[in-house]
């Protein structure tokens, strides 16, 4: 016997529901409405009112914690931090991190990637490859949203020289160089 469940009086009542998200929604519009036309007679500047923003003009700032572009990090000697353990490429759920490791000719204990490819079209930004790495060899602290590289699945691909590159951009020119280079394009249209 199929057991069937019956919807309380309030439950039945959807209306009022619909009216009070309308209301909350319209005193929003109206009261930001009311404030900017204030602003613009120059009067109740005390008064903060939402705004819209402007991007790539205006944007607010990211929060440290912000999950980016991906980017290998790089010892003194400008080569690789990863040690081609493959924790990252074990503990991401999107499958996406490909590594091939390689032995160093004068360091027979010690790996590094040979090859270090992160497929961006199946990359969820999770983050857990940033966690489960014991060297702090991959980061995503660049301060960039993933950009759009071309138009074929190739291009979506990142290898192991344009994320060491992004260490060595993001030392020389910082996170507000990174991002002025990044939008330059989009300005100039």
Known sequence: MQRVEH???WERLYFPEILRGLMVTGYHFWRNLFVHILHQAGLAKNLEAAQ???YPDE???YPDTFRGRHRLTLKQDDTVQCTAC???ATACPA???YIQAGEYPDKPVEKYPVR???DT???IYCGFCVEACPCDAIRMDTGLHPANWGFSRKDFVEDRELLM???RDLDAKGKEGLYEEHVRRYRHV
């Open 7 to 9: 919807m309380g009086l």
């Open 52 to 54: 819209t923003v402007q």
């Open 59 to 61: 944007r607010w700032p």
């Open 86 to 88: 493959f924790l990252c």
């Open 95 to 97: 499958e996406c991190i």
């Open 116 to 118: 270090y490819e992160i």
């Open 121 to 123: 079209l199946r990359c």
């Open 165 to 167: 590159q992004r260490s």
